[in-house]
């Protein structure tokens, strides 16, 4: 599979909360534990976006 974002080929992938881009983990700027099971990751790209990024620290 390939990243979205910087299209490296990687078995690990996950989906970014806010645009919905299967991300590496080289592209993940950060990531919190909401629930027991629940993820969120957003993605280097939607940290330079300041409402993404308030949303994802508030949460």
């Given amino acids: 599979m390939k ?4 299209a ?13 881009r299967r991300v590496c ?3 993940e700027k950060s990531t ?3 629930k027991k099971r629940e ?3 957003i993605c280097k790209d939607c940290w330079g ?7 994802f620290k508030s949460a």
């Fill in 3 to 6: 990243c979205d974002r910087c």
């Fill in 8 to 20: 490296k080929e990687t078995h690990w992938l996950e989906q970014c909360f806010y645009c919905n």
């Fill in 25 to 27: 983990r080289s592209c």
């Fill in 32 to 34: 919190k534990v909401i």
């Fill in 39 to 41: 993820r969120k990751i």
């Fill in 49 to 55: 976006k300041m409402d993404k990024r308030r949303d």
